[in-house]
């Protein structure tokens, strides 16, 4: 039995089993301090019974660091396509080798999804790999869908799908698009 529970700073010194897959990004440890500082009530762990961390997701709410367009911002009347409202973000999930397929994935965006609706987001979001077709089936069955493609995304050049998630404040899903994969964008449209 694994227990999801908050992150603390110890457990910075326990992941590093969970960051050995490619495609997880790993940062040093001043960033993660940073979400830990920031958002805690975002920042969770999977712990095993044996006390090893088995997966964990750093999120945060957000908004464009510039005022809204219209005031208060409704998607409806919002003139400008790259501002972003106020919103739960996942900046980085990740789950052990040995405790995928488990169900830990969705716990943990559950998690940071049930935390951003309290605080009354409009959506949660995340970047995805173009290539990790894996991780986008996993988001597409939890609900998520494609918002645009950012062009270059990452550093090694390759694009990232910028996925989302409607929320209760977004009765009307209008923070969500069909056929997002064919809306195309800058990396500097995405702050």
């Known amino acids: ?20 897959d490619p495609l997880t ?32 997701i750093l999120g945060k709410l957000e908004s464009s660091p510039y005022p809204s367009p219209v ?53 949660v979001d995340l970047f995805v790999r173009a290539s990790n077709e894996i991780a986008q089936e996993l988001y597409r069955k939890m609900g998520y869908s494609v918002y645009r493609r950012v062009v270059d995304y990452y550093n090694d050049g390759e694009d990232a ?3 989302r998630k409607s929320l209760s404040r977004d009765k009307n899903r209008e923070c969500v698009r069909e056929k997002g994969e064919e809306v195309r964008v800058k990396p500097d449209h995405v702050w």
């Not at 040995?98 to 605080?119: F, I, M």
């Open 161 to 163: 799908f910028d996925m």
């Open 25 to 56: 990004e790993t940062y040093h440890i001043g960033f993660y301090l940073e979400y830990l500082t920031k958002w805690p009530d975002l920042c969770r762990v999977i712990e095993g019974m044996d006390g090893n961390i088995e997966g964990y």
């Open 1 to 20: 039995m694994s227990t999801v529970r908050a992150m603390r700073p110890n457990d910075l010194f326990k992941i590093s089993s969970t960051n050995l």
């Open 71 to 123: 005031t208060p911002f409704h998607p409806s009347t919002n003139p400008d396509p790259n501002y972003l409202p106020w919103h739960g973000h996942i900046t980085a999930l990740t789950i052990a080798p040995s405790a995928r397929r488990l169900g830990h994935a969705t716990r943990l965006t559950e998690a940071l999804e049930q935390q951003s609706d309290a605080a009354n987001a409009w959506f």
